[in-house]
């Protein structure tokens, strides 16, 4: 059996040497020089925006959608040739990178049938060494669309692997359902869809499988008073990529240890800053406030976002959920996934215009520095008439139950490990040392909250994602004698045998304000332990989830850098009662 799955193994990281090296050499002459691009060019877009429900006689009732995923052309700069990308939209004709925005309201469910009408050809290199949802994509290429931040049934989570391909034609082994149903019975704040499909996610993201999805409440969000739904109330999703001089979306199709993984990376990234679909784009503003939902959809770029002028952030929510009260920033960390709500107000602009900047290191914390071109995203023009009407802050946002840790029903540790080649390159990761396909081993019950300890050994800032649960995080404590712990969790995997309480009471890190609300991601700092209170029910009422969160397929979490999310950070997450 060992040996009949090894050859099986080593007759697909075959064919997977072969398929990749037909798909193109790499050179860097066909690279795009990106600095020969010029800077602000274009218009910063408003995708289109699709409302989640209808109105009848005033009253906001339940819709369903039709919305595809397409193979279209698509212009990232004015001059850059139009870019072969995978986008979602009611059509061919409308589909767009990002998506359109879905805009739901708390309680009116949405009911989506997600469409793949994509081909048997993948545009960008893909790896079939790593778990992935087929190697064949002759019924075409595999998709799934998770929602970022929701709380939904299991069946309409987007299972990696319930991953299905045109027409539906093919489907993952928990595939369950054509049309998924969004209670949109969660807090209001931002969220964001995207693929997930087991193994493909990093290639179907960068292909431009993403889009924003705002879920309102408009009797809480309301009374606030803070600027909503309108005109300057916008999402700005932020990626990064790189191109070819032919406009084509540039991804290495070697990997970093070829002989094991022909393609993949433990990275991408690429020089060129995306906003809303265009390289450093440029948007003409009024002198008043404007509110911004920014959504990191990078692979693993982290951004460290301020103002060549120094203008503040004034952070209202962190990925879905509001603060207490609104915090000023003068920068602002996103890690890749992660969600900050921001109101910036421009008549505070002594400047005529101002940059939005980045200054985060690539790999976070520890590689380089940005450069000439990854260190500038986006130009804002500021209009010279005086605003009378310049939006308003509230001294208060939405006060959430704060984590009761003497509720917590069940401590768990977490492991992150790398493991490296003889040439001492990544080869894959594993959360306690287990790959996906390990029987499960996280089923909570539903209703309770628990302590997770996230212990990081890896060199890397892993942004942890857990679907359904939502989390607070609680301190962060560095790991003394790192070394001879992380040996001994490498022989045995557990936590608990292996002394961690001896090893966990180094420098404590204080959780920075806007990041202690309730999050969906958070960002593990390496050689720390750090402690979260999840917990599997909502955050802003005492009923229960309206869906039975048990049923099949269950869940995952996962890292959301997602080289590593699909090589293969990410173990399932099933409920019990
Ligand atoms: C692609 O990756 C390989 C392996 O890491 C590396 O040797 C090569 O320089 C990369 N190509 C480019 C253009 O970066
Ligand atoms: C985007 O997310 C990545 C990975 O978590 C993170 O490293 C990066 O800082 C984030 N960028 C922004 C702009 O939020
Ligand atoms: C930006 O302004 C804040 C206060 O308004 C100040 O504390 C900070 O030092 C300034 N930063 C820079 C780089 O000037
Ligand atoms: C939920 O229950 C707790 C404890 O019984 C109570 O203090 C709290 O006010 C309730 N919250 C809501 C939103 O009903
Ligand atoms: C526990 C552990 O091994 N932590 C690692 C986390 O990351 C740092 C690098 O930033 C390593 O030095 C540690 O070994
Ligand atoms: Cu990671």
């Not at 009116?108 to 290199?125: A, E, G, T």
């Not at 199709?253 to 809303?276: L, R």
């Not at 060549?308 to 959920?321: E, G, L, R, Y």
Request: aromatic share 12%.
């Amino acid at each position: 059996m060992m040996k009949k799955m090894l050859f099986l193994v080593y007759i697909i990281n075959f064919l997977g040497f072969f398929m990749v090296s037909t798909m193109g050499k790499d050179s860097n002459d066909q690279l795009m020089t990106l600095s020969k691009l010029k800077m602000f060019v274009d218009e910063l877009q408003d995708m289109p925006r699709i409302k989640g429900y209808d109105v009848i006689n005033g009253v906001h009732v339940p819709k369903s959608l039709k919305i595809g995923m397409y193979k279209k052309k698509w212009k990232f700069h004015r001059d850059l040739p139009a870019s072969e990308v995978f986008a979602y939209g009611t059509s061919r004709h409308r589909a767009t990178v990002p998506g359109p925005t879905i805009e739901a309201i708390y309680g009116v469910d949405s009911y989506i049938k997600w469409r793949n009408h994509l081909p048997s050809k993948h545009m960008l290199p893909w790896d079939p060494s790593i778990p992935i949802a087929t190697t064949t994509f002759k019924k075409g290429i595999p998709t799934v669309v998770h929602l970022h931040g929701g709380i939904d049934e299991p069946q309409s989570d987007g299972h990696s692997e319930a991953w299905f391909t045109k027409h539906f034609k093919h489907h993952g082994p928990k595939w369950t359902k054509k049309t998924y149903h969004y209670h949109n019975y969660q807090h209001p704040g931002t969220m964001w869809y995207h693929d997930h499909a087991m193994g493909l996610t990093r290639v179907n993201i960068l292909a431009g499988l993403m889009g924003a999805y705002i879920i309102q409440q408009p009797n809480v969000e309301g009374p606030l008073g803070l600027i909503y739904g309108e005109e300057y109330d916008r999402p700005l999703v932020v990626f990064d990529r790189g191109f070819r001089s032919d406009g084509s979306i540039y991804m290495n199709s070697t990997g970093n240890n070829p002989s094991i993984h022909p393609q993949w990376q433990p990275e991408y990234f690429g020089d060129a800053i995306i906003v809303n679909g265009k390289a450093w784009p440029y948007m003409n503003v009024k002198r008043r406030k404007y509110r911004f939902r920014i959504i990191n959809a990078s692979n693993a770029r982290f951004f460290k976002f301020f103002f060549t002028n120094n203008m503040s952030f004034i952070h209202v929510a962190s990925d879905s959920a509001y603060h207490e009260s609104p915090v000023e920033l003068h920068d602002l960390l996103l890690a890749p996934s992660e969600i900050a709500d921001v109101i910036v107000d421009f008549s505070k602009s002594k400047s005529k215009s101002v940059i939005l900047a980045n200054d985060a290191a690539y790999p976070y914390p520890s590689g380089d520095p940005v450069n000439e071109e990854n260190s500038k995203v986006m130009k804002f023009i500021i209009n010279s008439d005086h605003e009378v009407q310049t939006g308003h802050i509230p001294h208060k946002l939405i006060t959430y139950r704060p984590p009761d840790i003497s509720t917590a029903s069940n401590t768990r540790y977490i492991a992150f490990y790398e493991y490296a080649s003889d040439i001492d390159e990544p080869t894959h990761l594993y959360i306690n040392g287990k790959s996906y396909e390990a029987p499960v081993t996280e089923m909570p019950r539903v209703g309770t909250s628990e302590i997770w300890n996230i212990i990081n050994l890896t060199e890397d800032n892993h942004p942890l994602h857990i679907h359904l649960g939502l989390f607070v995080a609680l301190e962060q404590i560095e790991l003394v004698n790192i070394e001879e712990f992380k040996g001994c969790m490498m022989k045995l995997n557990d936590a608990i045998k292996c002394k961690i309480d001896k090893y966990s009471h180094g420098k404590r890190t204080k959780v920075v304000i806007h990041e202690k609300g309730w999050k969906n991601v958070y960002k593990m700092m390496p050689g720390y332990v750090t402690k979260i209170f999840v917990k599997f029910s909502l955050i802003h009422s005492n009923e229960s989830y309206p869906f039975d969160a048990t049923a099949e397929p269950g869940y995952v979490y996962h890292c959301h850098i997602l080289d590593h999310e699909d090589n293969v950070m990410m173990r399932p997450l099933k409920f019990v009662n």
